[in-house]
């Protein structure tokens, strides 16, 4: 009777898993569903009201709802009479970039810096709040050619990394007129990897045989079945070292004060030795950027919400869950 006990126990827990995982797929793809379903646009959002909305919460706690009244009738009394004079504040206008592997959120981000270069003037800033952790080197490397757009319209870019900025996110980066990080933001990592496994031994114990046909010497280097040569490891590996002087120049390009031959290994620093080493400017969270300039600046929030096709959520969710 006991064992008749325990197994069914250890069947009704093998049923219990596979539910729990049925319904997390089940709930991952209605979730992806209704995301696709909202439709392109831009979204703008003042970020000075959404902070003054957060110290009310606080003031209506710690002084009290009078106090918070007379407070707030007078701030609603200075914007009246800013709008009537018209507003001569600066702006500053902030994007957000969070990568992946394949940098997909290029296509949001030139959307909303080609909006942002419609209105904005050399008074005005851009802020990115980045978070990458590098990919794929071409389509990073178009998200770095986005970003140049708003240095050669000779508007400052500033560029925040709270969490990483490697690899990509520092090809990315270095565009910045300036660059600010958290003290233990991930940066650096400036170098290129290409790697994959090799299954040829074990096809050919298998008594399996593989046919690759090509035409011109290197259209295929290394191979995932075929037999590798040492011609093609040292073809690859010499595309991979046109890459990264390809990279250190974008960075020579715009933070000539760097030492290449110090900071170009692959290796990645946190925020304070990158500052030493030059890669940052500034030691400074985005949030106390932003809360400081609201004293001076017009801040503005520019999102592009695009629909993106199912298969590039769902892999763009695999990746997150993958990173996680």
């Known amino acids: 009777m006991m064992e008749l006990i325990s197994n069914y126990g250890l069947f009704l827990a093998k049923l219990v898993t596979v539910a729990i995982i049925v319904m ?83 296509a949001s981000l030139r959307e909303e810096i080609s909006a942002v270069l419609a209105v904005a003037t050399k008074e005005d800033q851009v802020l990115l709040r980045l978070e990458n952790a590098g990919g794929t080197v071409h389509e990073h490397g178009l998200a770095a050619s986005q970003l140049a757009r708003i240095k050669d319209r000779d508007i400052p870019l500033i560029v925040s990394v ?28 400036i170098g290129v990897i290409a790697q994959l496994p090799n299954f040829h031994r074990l096809l050919e ?16 280097t290394l191979t995932l079945f075929g037999k590798n040569t040492d011609e ?13 002087e390809i990279f250190k120049n974008q960075i020579l390009e715009h933070r000539s004060e760097i030492n290449l031959d110090q900071v170009a290994t692959g290796e990645h620093w946190f925020g304070m030795r990158a500052m030493e080493l030059q890669l940052v400017d500034e030691i400074r969270t985005s949030d106390d950027f932003l809360l400081e300039a609201t004293k001076e600046f017009d801040i ?25």
């Open 24 to 106: 997390v797929v089940v709930g991952f793809i209605v979730t992806s569903a209704r995301r696709g379903a909202q439709q392109d646009g831009l979204d703008v959002e003042n970020l000075n009201k959404r902070f003054d909305n957060l110290g009310d919460a606080v003031r209506r706690a710690v002084h009290g709802k009078a106090r918070l009244k007379k407070d707030s009738k007078e701030r609603r009394k200075d914007d009246k009479q800013q709008e009537k004079i018209g507003s001569q504040r600066q702006r500053v206008f902030v994007l957000d970039f969070k990568g992946d592997v394949r940098a997909t959120a290029t």
């Open 162 to 189: 709270d969490k990483v900025a490697a690899s990509g996110g520092y090809l990315m980066a270095c565009v910045g007129d300036r660059i600010l990080a958290a003290p233990f933001a991930i940066i650096g990592s």
């Open 205 to 220: 114990e298998k008594g399996v045989d593989f046919e690759q046909i090509t035409a011109g010497r290197y259209k295929r």
């Open 232 to 244: 093609g490891r040292e073809k690859l590996k010499e595309e991979l070292e046109e890459v990264h």
């Open 300 to 324: 503005y929030k520019v999102t592009y919400k695009r629909r993106r096709p199912f298969p590039e959520r769902l892999m763009s969710g695999m990746d997150s869950l993958l990173s996680r």
